[in-house]
């Protein structure tokens, strides 16, 4: 005889696992630590690509102008404008990174500690 709430249970187990529950399950296979410390470092290579793309469009932008500028400006103020600026998108970066990611990877422990949960219960309805 079919048991209703098994049923149940079986299909929010399934849909979980055939939608979110394999990057959840990706998650939580790393140690909260490593998973950040991952994906800061990520952002910063990303921030860095990002970085160097929007300072060279704004080199090209008005190369010609930047060019006559050049033996007119002082050099080691705006390398040391760029490389500010640069520290400021970096740290940017990886700060809302490691917010997010503390957000997420809490959000998917919560979220496995439910399924196992629900995977403890359907087990107890199979021995009833």
């Given at each position: ?13 399934a849909a ?30 990303s921030a ?32 040391r404008n ?47």
């Amino acid at each position: 005889m079919l048991n209703e709430e098994r049923i149940i249970l079986m299909t929010h187990l399934a849909a979980y696992e055939t939608n979110e529950g394999k990057k959840n399950v990706k998650i939580d296979h790393y140690f909260r630590s490593d998973y950040i410390a991952v994906q800061v470092l990520k952002s910063i290579v990303s921030a860095t690509i990002a970085f160097a793309l929007v300072f060279a469009l704004y080199v090209f932008y008005d190369f010609e102008n930047f060019m006559q500028n050049l033996y007119k400006m002082d050099l080691i103020a705006f390398a040391r404008n760029v490389l500010i600026w640069y520290g400021v998108t970096v740290v940017a970066y990886g700060v809302i990174t490691y917010i997010v990611c503390s957000f997420r990877y809490s959000s998917v422990k919560r979220s496995l500690k439910c399924y196992y949960h629900n995977l403890k219960k359907l087990n107890s309805l199979y021995r009833e």
